[in-house]
């Protein structure tokens, strides 16, 4: 002999679907209180939006505060001092490879502070190898602000940079030449 089966069901909200259907119904009411919550619905008034006439302007929170002008100010500040820097170094770096395409190390130096660049925040790499080569290109950098001012020599033609100062307050990685 073989059975039929035929599905049960409990009625009432005892049985299973009405175990569920109360959870819908408690995850439907949760769901929408955060909404609430989140959205400001249930606030109450404060002083601000007495003035406004209890409207909320979404548009002024929205919107990010203007820099201080003194930010402003001393950005363009830096950012000026950090060109005039690097046209003094362009023009003493041009001067010099006018004159001598490969200069050295304490060539370079020279001109650089005799432009008016402090030797405390000047960086000149090495002109040779350790092996005693001459190198393909050598570099000049000196500190301003935020900013490294980066020269370049190279084949007689100079090119000019700038980039963030590292972590160490330097330009260059390593051992001064």
Do not use: H
């Not at 009625?11 to 949760?30: E, F, K």
């Not at 109450?44 to 930010?71: C, V």
């Not at 003493?92 to 405390?120: C, D, F, H, M, W």
Request: contains cysteine; positive net charge; glycine residues 12%.
């Amino acid at each position: 002999m073989t059975r039929a089966m035929t599905p049960q069901t409990k009625s009432g909200s005892s049985g299973y679907a009405g175990r569920m259907s109360g959870r819908l119904a408690l995850a439907v009411l949760l769901l929408s209180s955060l909404a609430a919550c989140s959205s400001g619905a249930g606030q109450q008034p404060g002083p601000d939006s007495a003035a406004s006439g209890g409207a909320s302007s979404d548009a002024s929170s929205a919107t990010t505060p203007a820099p201080p002008a003194s930010s402003a100010a001393a950005q363009a500040t830096a950012a000026s001092a950090t060109a005039r820097l690097q046209q003094t170094m362009a023009g003493a770096l041009g001067s010099l490879t006018a004159g001598n395409p490969k200069p050295g190390t304490e060539q370079i130096t020279s001109a650089l502070t005799a432009a008016g660049v402090p030797a405390r925040s000047l960086e000149v790499s090495a002109g040779r190898t350790p092996t005693g080569l001459e190198v393909d290109s050598i570099e000049a950098a000196s500190v301003q602000g935020n900013d490294c001012v980066v020269g370049q020599i190279r084949e007689g033609k100079v090119s000019m940079t700038v980039l963030p100062v590292l972590s160490n307050g330097k330009c260059f990685v390593g051992a001064p030449a």
